[in-house]
């Protein structure tokens, strides 16, 4: 049915940016609310934060001013880019409708190291 993969999680060093790609079979993503949540060891999943059908951003307090998120309906992509990332960033990072989510995908793993 509805498959949702994630992808672009790697090592990185802190301070530094990268950005997570999620795409999805079986749905468009156009016209539902879209989000990233993230789950460190652990640690219950996180709202990282959303994105309206007609593409406005919404970030958790834990992470505005440093990540984004924007989406391309024509890819049916939803995209998080992430900057000034910290070691507290290291998590497992998922999308997902917001509020009435498919099941989940594996996510994909960012790690911060300094």
């Known amino acids: 049915q509805v498959q949702l993969v994630e992808s672009g999680g790697t090592l990185v060093q802190t301070g530094g940016s990268l950005t997570l790609s999620c795409t999805a079979s079986?749905?468009?993503?156009?016209?539902?609310?879209m989000a990233w949540y993230r789950q460190a060891p652990g640690k219950q999943r996180e709202l990282v934060g959303r994105?309206?059908?007609?593409?406005?951003?919404q970030l958790s307090d834990s992470v505005k001013g440093r990540f984004t998120i924007s989406r391309d309906n024509a890819k049916n992509t939803v995209t998080l880019q992430m900057n000034s990332l910290k070691p507290e960033d290291t998590a497992i990072y998922y999308c997902?409708?917001?509020?009435?989510?498919?099941?989940w995908g594996q996510g994909t793993q960012v790690t911060v190291s300094s």
């Open positions: 997902n409708r917001y509020g009435s989510p498919y099941a």
């Open positions: 079986g749905v468009i993503f156009s016209g539902k609310v």
């Open positions: 994105i309206s059908s007609l593409g406005m951003p």
